[in-house]
């Protein structure tokens, strides 16, 4: 099926701008991954590298925090993207078992790395597991609070978004 030049002017601007990941840019526009990934790769071919340009926009227009949780929101959906391929790939439990590892590891430098860089992001975090735990405790001594609690939840939310 051939598609207009803005379709691929679309996924170009959603990969490299908009920062989502190409799998989330191609279905956005509407079209296939293995499309995405001929599309990304003829323009590599012809001088249009979209990760360099991807590349060079986030460090020109960011601070260090915003480039970290570019970073980061980029390696979590690589991770996302590989557990999900892993689950339909035949591999053996060896290449597997590898690819985990590896996966974990890069995860753990990541998380800690993002505590230097990005204590706010540290903080949401600590933050929203708190607000977890108290759900759960107040499921699990006072039920009969739970509807009073998460109608107080959504304006909570809006709170700790403003400070986080």
Same mark, same amino acid.
């Given at each position: ?46 001088? #249009?590298?979209?990760? @360099?340009?991807?590349? !060079? ?6 601070? /260090?925090?915003?480039?970290?949780? +570019? %970073? ?32 974990? #590891?890069?995860?753990? @430098?990541?998380?800690? !790395? ?6 706010? /992001?540290?903080?949401?975090?600590? +933050? %929203? ?36």
């Amino acid at each position: 099926m051939a598609y207009p030049q803005e379709t691929r002017d679309k996924l170009r601007k959603a990969f490299v701008f908009d920062q989502l990941s190409l799998e989330i840019a191609a279905l956005q526009v509407g079209i296939g991954f293995g499309t995405a990934r001929r599309w990304k790769a003829d323009a590599k071919a012809n001088g #249009d590298d979209w990760d @360099k340009v991807k590349a !060079a926009h986030v460090l020109a227009g960011e601070s /260090t925090e915003d480039l970290g949780r +570019a %970073i980061l929101s980029a390696l979590l959906l690589q991770y996302n993207s590989t557990m999900q391929e892993m689950q339909t790939a035949q591999m053996s439990a060896e290449n597997k078992a590898s690819v985990l590892s590896s996966l974990a #590891d890069s995860f753990n @430098k990541a998380i800690s !790395a993002s505590k230097k860089i990005l204590p706010e /992001t540290q903080e949401a975090a600590v +933050a %929203i597991r708190t607000v977890r735990l108290m759900a759960e405790f107040i499921g699990d001594k006072y039920p009969e609070l739970m509807g009073d609690f998460a109608m107080m939840f959504d304006d909570f939310q809006a709170i700790i978004e403003r400070e986080f």
